[in-house]
């Protein structure tokens, strides 16, 4: 998968409004979903997760949407804060333990969120 | 829990030297991997290992060993380093279940400079 680097899209907001970052899939089996966060000098950090038999799930401020139909993600941050700067990655990890070791967890292309204050 | 523990954060190496890095995790995971983070590449699967004593290869695995002794502990060894290596190494855990996925959790990472 694409992910991290010098050319993420960049998403631009003021702190207080709502985020919307999206990402798109192209495995029709994929069941299980995951956001990550990550600050600059970090590891990924997880934020929330959605298994396919679900359309919204709902953590502290953020929401995630899934969408099979079109094979779309969009993670909903909601009074974005300065802290919430980073670059967010939706990942796709192996649907099963039999397929848990060489099929690495697929990362989306990631996105930059830079908050103004 | 500390989580994922990655040692040394930065290391500069000239080319042919070997070193190891290390990573542990009290979460009492039996999957652990190594990524390799490289702009514009993402992030690439080089190791990986489903339990103590169990160890496979993953996308980028040329240049690196590594061996799972202890559930805790999964060292990432360079034999003989090359400029290519100069990448950000980041170690990630997860339990291995039958029932459920569940997301890998990382450690903040070891910057290695190859000159």
């Known amino acids: 998968g694409e992910s991290v680097g010098l050319h993420l899209p960049t998403l631009s907001v003021q702190e207080g409004d709502n985020s919307i970052i999206n990402c798109a899939y192209s495995?029709?089996?994929?069941?299980?979903f995951i956001w990550y966060k990550q600050e600059s000098g970090k590891g990924p950090q997880f934020i929330i997760d959605?298994?396919?038999?679900?359309d919204k799930r709902q953590g502290q401020r953020v929401t995630v949407l899934l969408n099979k139909t079109v094979k779309h993600l969009s993670l909903q941050i909601a009074a974005t804060q300065p802290g919430d700067s980073a670059v967010y990655f939706c990942?796709?990890?192996?649907?099963?333990?039999?397929?848990?070791?060489?099929?690495?967890?697929?990362f989306g292309s990631g996105t930059r969120l830079q908050v103004q204050p | 829990n500390a989580g994922v523990t990655q040692t040394p954060k930065f290391q500069v190496l000239k080319t042919g030297q070997s070193m190891t890095l290390q990573c542990a995790q009290d979460m009492n995971h039996e999957y652990m991997s190594w990524y390799r983070q490289d702009p514009g590449m993402g992030l690439r699967l080089i190791h990986y290992s489903v339990g103590a004593g169990i160890t496979d290869q993953g996308e980028v695995p040329n240049g690196y060993n590594v061996s799972r002794s202890t559930t805790e502990d999964f060292p990432l060894r360079l034999l003989s380093a090359a400029p290519s290596q100069t990448s950000v190494y980041f170690c990630?855990?997860?339990?291995?279940?039958?029932?459920?996925?569940?997301?890998?959790?990382f450690g903040n990472g070891t910057r290695l400079t190859v000159t």
């Open positions: 990942a796709d990890p192996p649907s099963s333990t039999r397929d848990t070791g060489r099929r690495a967890l697929t």
């Open positions: 959605i298994r396919s038999n679900m």
């Open positions: 990630a855990s997860r339990l291995r279940d039958s029932s459920y996925n569940s997301p890998l959790h």
């Open positions: 495995n029709s089996a994929s069941d299980y």
